[in-house]
């Protein structure tokens, strides 16, 4: 192999690789059919453990809940809640890349709060 293929061939590895940013996804007033906030409250904190964020509530209707994916990839989100929805906000991450001036970060982060989303509302519907 010449020097010029090696090159070629590092430059594709690398541009493949290489994922682009994407705007910060915020899920905002996700419905809840009409259960308690202490129900809630309890599916936020089951639903977030059940994909492997460590949730932790700050106050009734506030819980922050964290993920650390190998070591080295962290986020943190803001989940505020009633009685009749809930958001998931971006708080802060490490190893994701998140550019605040454009609020654009990895790509798996909207994935991870999507599989949150769900989780949730996995545990929503046992109410």
């Avoid at 010029?4 to 690398?14: A, E, P, R």
């Avoid at 605040?100 to 545990?123: A, D, F």
């Amino acid at each position: 192999m010449n020097l010029k293929t090696l090159v070629i061939i590092s430059l594709l590895v690398t541009l493949t690789a290489c994922k682009s940013l994407v705007p910060t996804m915020d899920l905002n007033n996700n419905p809840v059919n009409a259960v308690s906030l202490d129900k809630v409250e309890k599916a936020i904190m089951a639903g977030s453990a059940a994909r492997g964020w460590t949730p932790m509530k700050e106050k009734d209707g506030h819980i922050i809940a964290s993920i650390n994916v190998r070591g080295k990839h962290q986020a943190a989100v803001d989940i505020f809640y009633n009685d009749k929805e809930y958001s998931i906000k971006y708080k802060d991450s490490l190893g994701l890349k998140y550019e605040p001036s454009t609020g654009k970060i990895h790509p798996k982060y909207n994935q991870w709060v999507n599989n949150l989303k769900t989780s949730i509302n996995t545990e929503l519907y046992r109410f």
